[in-house]
């Protein structure tokens, strides 16, 4: 028998957590460690076990339904941004609001909110780039007064008026490839004036080629997210296209460690909301083998 060799186990040290989802957990924990009562308006991101990390600190995560029937509280708000209703109720209501908005979506925000305003005079339509339901384009949408044109892929293109003016901004996160794909065929389509805005987020969108580069160095590459998270879903795609051996995990209990034994190099990375630690704990178990 040959002698086993030693498997080499390296992190990604471009991937986890970007600086919106940061921002957004030192303020929950610096309410926590004063020992505050604090509730998060949904996942304030999109991984299971951080959420219930900072649930055993004392954070609740709470829902729409449940935020709009509180009063005389404080109440974190994610780097995923929200609406004008959310702001307003809190006014209304004595809710102190933590807003952990992302520096860039709050620039965004305020840009649709101009941009709509203006194209009222001339009978515009805005449209916004990005996934239907998703936190950021409902905060995004809010400023239009949910009025804006939703585009998620070519099948949404007939919603928009190729006769009306057009002002077309992306969501944070949407991958560039999508992006110019569909700004391509809204081009092409429309007739009257358009502008089209490129708003992704460079610190997420840096993260593709770093992504296929990474994956190229190693015989193996365990992806790290959690399953909710949109970020995760299309980076994990991109690694496993230049490296077949991928393997999407959301806790350490989905690490098959018998799989990974015939690989000499294993490259752990994640996602936009993939803790540090969590990857840091797989490469532990997998160091231990």
Not at 142 to 167: C, F, H, M, R, V
Not at 174 to 203: G, P, V, Y
Not at 221 to 230: Q, T
Request: proline fraction near 3%; charge should be neutral; hydrophobic fraction near 35%.
């Amino acid at each position: 028998m040959h002698p086993r060799v030693e498997m080499k186990v390296v992190i990604d040290d471009k991937s986890g957590f970007c600086f919106g989802v940061v921002n957004a957990i030192q303020k929950a924990e610096k309410l926590l460690h004063q020992g505050e009562k604090v509730y998060c308006l949904g996942d304030i991101v999109h991984n299971q076990l951080e959420v219930e990390r900072l649930q055993q600190l004392g954070m609740e995560t709470i829902d729409h339904a449940r935020y709009f029937q509180l009063s005389d509280c404080k109440v974190l708000l994610r780097a995923h941004g929200e609406p004008p209703a959310t702001y307003a109720y809190a006014d209304k209501n004595n809710i102190e609001l933590i807003d952990g908005t992302c520096p860039v979506v709050l620039k965004l925000q305020q840009r649709v909110k101009k941009g709509f305003e203006d194209l009222q005079a001339e009978n515009g339509q805005l449209v916004l780039l990005g996934k239907k339901g998703h936190a950021e384009i409902n905060g995004l949408n809010g400023q239009t007064g949910n009025k804006a044109i939703i585009i998620e892929s070519e099948a949404d293109l007939q919603q928009i008026d190729p006769n009306k003016p057009t002002l077309v901004f992306s969501q944070t996160t949407k991958s560039l490839d999508d992006f110019h794909r569909l700004s391509t065929e809204i081009k092409n389509r429309i007739s009257a004036k358009t502008e089209i805005k490129d708003t992704i987020c460079r610190q997420v969108a840096h993260r593709v080629p770093r992504m296929k580069e990474f994956a190229t160095q190693h015989d193996a590459i365990i992806f790290v997210s959690g399953k909710k998270s949109s970020n995760g879903k299309s980076l994990f795609h991109i690694c496993q296209s230049v490296n077949p051996n991928s393997f999407f995990i959301s806790s350490k209990e989905e690490l098959n460690k018998e799989a990974l034994d015939k690989y000499q190099s294993v490259g752990i990375t994640g996602a936009t909301s993939t803790p540090r630690w969590q990857m840091e704990e797989i490469a532990n178990i997998l160091t231990e083998l």
